[in-house]
């Protein structure tokens, strides 16, 4: 693995700790540790001198790793309150150019704007490690958002800054293997989202044989950790159940005889990054790197849980002036009631049509109140030009799957020449892309009818902050 990173980071610590001398030059210690940190940060953007500057903002992020939990909702409030805009300053702005818009008044407008904190920020992420204890940051914002939800204006700050900081000109991909250091292969387990990795066989059953791949997005200051990645299948065809590419006996398939590549599962690695949006440019990164290597590959496709629909045809059901599923429908939906009905082969058979239809609706109309299809993977993937190929009833029949869809997996089509008609589609008119066997599921008298308005967030909502296949990589 290329050294130069650690390189790097040993550089900018030595830089830090000669910085220490100058320290000097800090607030005093008080008895309050939220107005300490409050005024080391007005001396951090005050500060000119380089290696002093490091020192302060390595202070500054090693006190806010030792704060609790409310000391840290503190801090948080404290850059919130104390962190804005100079209002003098950009008082003085916006009459300046009410009076003369012109260009160079413009300019001194939007940096006016600028909320005090983003500079702040970018001068913590001097420190030695800032990046890295940045994101962190940013992972327990997130939460403490819920509790006060004025804090979105700090949130918006990070994810502005992020934004820049990983760009995908940024990143690099990179091939995990079983050779990959074990440190990174223990993260993999750890941060797997979609399909639980029990252990270091289950890992190397899943890197090791010639027709399993995988590939990570890393960024430089963060060499070790990666952001995101996704675990490949090659295959003959379309798999329609995720036994079929994850039990330990199957047969291993020489990479050359391939002809489908199946992206199985994808799973976002760092809460913190959520809302900067990497799933997009790594399936087309992995997408080109595949077709490099393996000319013979000619099918590009997902084997994709479905996080919301049980909750949303939980509702469904209990709407009793629900459009969507008739009396007889409703009453054969009841089997899913029944425990153990997956192990049921009459139950099974029952259910493969409702559970179709029902799943063909979910897809193709159901909106919830902004408007947006409801399943969050169905938006990442629709999103990025793929097409709703297939409907697999009891595709995964986990008990995480089963209680999120039923077991319902689908599998989304990435066809190359098709990908921005299909996302324009989307994106531009609302359309989803499918198949017309599909699409006959939904009766064609409603066809024109308003998509049907979901108002309550889909069960499952909450594994948005970790999974891409299971949650969508937020925009």
């Known amino acids: 693995m290329n050294s130069a ?25 008080t008895d309050d540790p939220i107005a300490t940190v409050s005024a080391l940060c007005d001396t951090l953007l005050s500060s000119r001198g380089e290696a002093s500057g490091m020192a302060l903002a390595q202070d500054i992020l090693n006190r806010w790793q030792g704060f609790s939990r409310e000391q ?9 309150e104390r962190f804005g805009p100079d209002v003098q300053r950009l008082e003085r702005a916006i009459s300046a150019y009410k009076a003369d818009p012109n260009p160079e008044i413009l300019l001194e407008l939007h940096l006016a704007a600028e909320p005090r904190r983003q500079e702040l920020i970018r001068r913590l992420n001097l420190a030695p490690q800032g990046i890295r204890t940045l994101v962190r940051m940013r992972e327990v914002l997130l939460g403490l958002r819920e509790e006060n939800p004025d804090l979105a204006a700090v949130d918006a700050d990070f994810a502005h800054l992020f934004g820049s900081w990983f760009n995908r000109g940024f990143l690099l991909l990179r091939p995990i293997d079983w050779s990959t250091p074990a ?31 995988c590939f990570a997005f890393f960024h430089p200051q963060l060499s070790d950790d990666p952001l995101i990645f996704v675990e490949v299948a090659l295959t003959r065809e379309i798999p329609s159940n995720i036994d079929e590419l994850l039990r330990e006996d199957r047969p291993v398939l020489g990479a050359e005889d391939a002809t489908t590549a199946v992206f199985y599962s994808i799973s976002n690695c760092q809460n913190g990054l ?21 000319p013979k590959l000619q099918t590009f496709v997902t084997l994709s849980p479905v996080p919301g629909f049980a909750g949303w045809l939980a509702r469904e059901r209990g709407n009793e002036a629900s459009e969507v599923l008739s009396q007889t429908t409703r009453e054969l939906l009841g089997l899913l009631d029944q425990p153990g009905w997956e192990n049921d082969g009459q139950a099974r058979e029952q259910l493969e049509a409702p559970l179709k239809t029902a799943a063909a609706w979910y897809f193709l109309r159901a909106r919830n109140s902004k408007g947006r299809a409801i399943d969050p993977v169905a938006r990442f993937h629709l999103g990025n030009g793929a097409r709703l190929e297939r409907l697999n009833v009891l595709g995964d029949s986990s008990p995480r799957a089963m209680r999120q869809a039923h077991g319902l997996m689908v599998n989304y089509l990435y066809k190359l020449d098709e990908i921005e008609a299909n996302h324009e589609a989307f994106v531009g008119r609302g359309e989803v892309v499918t198949t017309p066997a599909i699409r006959r599921l939904v009766p064609a008298e409603k066809s024109g009818r ?26």
């Open 450 to 475: 308003p998509l049907i308005p979901t108002m309550l967030a889909p069960i499952g909502a909450a594994d948005e902050t970790k999974q891409v296949n299971a949650g969508e990589p937020r925009p």
């Open 5 to 29: 990173p650690f390189l790097l980071s040993d550089m900018l610590q030595a830089i830090a700790d000669k910085g220490r001398r100058f320290l000097s030059l800090a607030p005093r210690e």
């Open 183 to 213: 440190n990174i292969l223990e993260k993999i387990i750890r941060y797997e989202a979609v399909h639980d990795i029990g252990g270091w066989d289950e890992l190397r059953r899943r890197l090791e044989p010639d027709d399993r791949r």
């Open 72 to 80: 840290q909702r503190d801090f948080m409030v404290m850059l919130l």
């Open 274 to 294: 959520r809302g900067v949006s990497f799933g997009n440019f790594l399936i087309k990164q992995v997408v080109e790197d595949l077709r490099r290597d393996h």
